[in-house]
C-alpha cells in the first residue's frame, strides 16, 4: 500500500558540495534552513549577509551592489521607531546607531563580493512575487521596517518581470564567477498575509520564471523545496503552529533531499562524523569531573583533531 507520492530526484551528476566547496545563501528564511544545516556539519557558507530576503528584485540589488563594491552613506539610511534602518536590508541588521549600521553594512557589502567571486555552489531561495515600492523615493524595497504601509505601492511581479530579474542575477554572477552552480528554489513558507490565492498566484509566477531560465547548458538548476512540502509532506502535522512554515520534522525531510542530489557520497561519510562530535560537545554530563566524563572529552578531543587533520578549515 502506497500511502505517500514521491518526487523522483537524481543525485547531481557534477559540481556537487563536498568539504571543498564554498557555499553563498540568499533568499527567504527557508534558504536559511538549508544554511543552518551546511553550518551544522561544518561546510564552508555564507548566508544572507543582508538577512532575509524575500523577493527576486532585492536579491538583484544586493548582488548589484556587492558586485560593484557599493559604499553605504547616510543618505541610503533613515531613522523609524527609534531605529536606523536601510531599505536595502531586513530588520536584523537595524542599529540604535547610524554609523554602527552603515559600518555592517558596507562590511557585509565587502564579504558578499569575496563570496561571489570564490563560491562553488550559489542557493538562491525565492519567497513571494508580491514587491513593495516606496511611493517618495520610487524604488522597490527589501524590507519595509515597519513604515506605514499608505508609504508603498505594493505590486505582483509578472513572470516575464521575474524571469528577467533571473537572468539578471545569473549574469551578474558570471560577470565575476563563471564557473559557480547557481540553484533556485522555492521557498515552502507560506505568505498568507496577502492572501490564500494571492499566496498561490505568487508561487505559480516564481516556479514558472525559474523553469524559463533553468538549465544545465548555463549550470543553473532547480531543487524542488517547494513541491516536496505541497506533495510529499501534504500534512499540517509538519507545519509549525503558525501553519505557515514547515516544523522541524520537515526541514530534516526537505534537507535529506537535498543531501540526496547535491551533496557528495564522501562529504556524506565526514557529516557522520561531524554530526558525533557536535553531539558530544552539546552533551551535560551528570559529573563534569568523573575519571568516565574526562575520558569521553578526550576521545572527543582526538576525533576532532582527526576531522581537521583531514579538513583543516573545519573548526568547532
Not at 173 to 180: G, H, L, T, Y
Not at 189 to 209: C, P, Y
Not at 221 to 244: A, K, T, V
Not at 263 to 289: C, R, W, Y
Amino acid at each position: 500500500m502506497k500511502l505517500q507520492t514521491k518526487i523522483t530526484l537524481q543525485p547531481q551528476q557534477y559540481n556537487q558540495i563536498d568539504y571543498k566547496s564554498s557555499v553563498l545563501l540568499l533568499g527567504s528564511c527557508f534558504v536559511e534552513n538549508i544554511g543552518n544545516k551546511l553550518e551544522y556539519f561544518k561546510f564552508q557558507n555564507l548566508q544572507n549577509p543582508f538577512g532575509i530576503l524575500f523577493q527576486p528584485l532585492a536579491i538583484e540589488k544586493l548582488l548589484t551592489n556587492a558586485i560593484h563594491k557599493k559604499e553605504y552613506r547616510e543618505e541610503d539610511v533613515f531613522f523609524h521607531n527609534e531605529q536606523w534602518h536601510c531599505f536595502e536590508a531586513h530588520s536584523r541588521l537595524s542599529n540604535t546607531s547610524k554609523e554602527e549600521l552603515l559600518a555592517d553594512l558596507n562590511s557585509s557589502i565587502k564579504g558578499t563580493n569575496r563570496q561571489i567571486k570564490s563560491a562553488t555552489h550559489i542557493v538562491i531561495t525565492l519567497g513571494t512575487a508580491w514587491v513593495y515600492s516606496h511611493i517618495k523615493t520610487n524604488n522597490t524595497v527589501a524590507n519595509c521596517h515597519k513604515v506605514p504601509q499608505r508609504k508603498f505601492l505594493k505590486a505582483l511581479l509578472s513572470v516575464d518581470e521575474i524571469s528577467k530579474s533571473l537572468q539578471s542575477i545569473e549574469e551578474l554572477i558570471r560577470s565575476v564567477n563563471k564557473k559557480a552552480s547557481i540553484l533556485f528554489t522555492v521557498s515552502p513558507v507560506r505568505h498568507l498575509k496577502d492572501g490564500f490565492i494571492e499566496n498561490m498566484q505568487s508561487k505559480a509566477h516564481l516556479i514558472t520564471a525559474i523553469h524559463q531560465v533553468v538549465g544545465p547548458r548555463n549550470n543553473l538548476h532547480y531543487f524542488p523545496s517547494f513541491e516536496i512540502m505541497m506533495d510529499e509532506l501534504r500534512d499540517y502535522r509538519f507545519y509549525n503552529e503558525d501553519m505557515l512554515h514547515p516544523n522541524q520534522t520537515a526541514i530534516n525531510y526537505i534537507w535529506e533531499k537535498f543531501q540526496s542530489v547535491w551533496i557528495s557520497n564522501e562529504a556524506s561519510k565526514t557529516m557522520e562524523a561531524v554530526d558525533g562530535i557536535q553531539k558530544g560537545l552539546q552533551h551535560k554530563p551528570f559529573n563534569p569531573n568523573s575519571e568516565a566524563h574526562l575520558q569521553f572529552l578526550q576521545k572527543l578531543e582526538l576525533k576532532i583533531k582527526e576531522i581537521q587533520s583531514a579538513h583543516p578549515k573545519i573548526s568547532f
